[in-house]
C-alpha cells in the first residue's frame, strides 16, 4: 500500500529528508519499490534466498510480485508457507538493516541478512507448522523431503 516511510514518503508527507536518496546505493530516490526490489544490496539478498529456497531466481518489479511468488510455485503446502514466510520475514529483515543504517549507522552485508532469515525463519516456522517436524538441517537446507 506504500505506507512505509520511506524517503519518498516522507518527503511526500513534506518531511525534509535531505536528498532522499537509497542509504544502500546511494544513487537513487528511496521508493518502495527500489528499496525492496531494485537496489544492489537487496537484489543480492533475493538472489540468495531463492538459492537457499531450492526456487528459481526472483525477479521482482515491484514489492506487490514479492507476495506473488508462491501462487505459481509447484510445492507442498509446507514448502510454499514457509517460502511465504521466509518472503516476509526478508522484507522485515530488509527494513531493519535500512532502519539500522538510517537510524544507527550500522551497514550491514547481504551474508548478515541472509543468516538472520534464516534463523529467524527457524523458529517462526517451528512455532507455526507443528504438523510435520523439521530440524534445523533440515531447515538450513530448505529440505522438505524430511517432512
Ligand atoms: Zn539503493
Known sequence: MDRIPTMCALRKRN????DGLCVFCGEVEETTNHLFTA???ITGVWFAIASWCNIAPFFFFSIKDIVKVIEYMPASDAKKEAVYGVLILTCWRL???????????IDTEVVKIVSDIKSLGYLWFKSRYKK????????YNFNFNLM
Open 95 to 105: 527494513w531493519k538493516a535500512r532502519n539500522d543504517k538510517v537510524f544507527s549507522d
Open 132 to 139: 510435520g517436524s523439521i530440524d534445523w538441517k533440515g531447515w
Open 15 to 18: 518531511i525534509n529528508v535531505g
Open 39 to 41: 537496489c544492489r544490496l
